[in-house]
């Protein structure tokens, strides 16, 4: 088993800047593959970044060129750096774990953007 714990959410004016955490623990498997997710109200839930144990980072177009996803492999961290906010980029969002067999989500943050 995999325990997601996300945090860093809060509320911002537009323009601004915030960074998500994902603290994983438990079975980790070193080939892997960590995500982001968001769900706006009244939405279906969209991906927004993914990054895999070693590999490139891949983004949504929504999101490419302001905000950047790190790991940090030694403490099983995911990183969301998440800037020039824009009112759109209101929505809970939700750290993603997939490894061979399965996925495994955190339990959301609530990011909210004021214009």
């Known amino acids: 088993q995999v325990q997601l714990v996300a945090s860093g959410g809060g509320l911002v004016q537009a323009g601004g800047s915030l960074r998500l955490s994902c603290a994983a623990s438990g079975s980790i498997f070193r080939i892997n593959s960590m995500g982001w997710y968001r769900q706006a109200a009244g939405k279906q839930r969209e991906w927004v970044a993914r990054?895999?144990?070693?590999?490139?980072?891949d983004y949504a177009d929504s999101v490419k060129g302001r905000f950047t996803i790190s790991r940090d492999n030694a403490n099983n961290t995911l990183f969301l750096q998440m800037n020039s906010l824009k009112p759109e980029d209101t929505a809970v969002y939700y750290c993603?774990?997939?490894?061979?067999?399965?996925?495994?989500w955190g339990q959301g943050t609530q990011v909210t953007v004021s214009s």
């Open positions: 990054i895999k144990n070693g590999g490139s980072p």
């Open positions: 993603q774990y997939t490894n061979p067999w399965r996925d495994y």
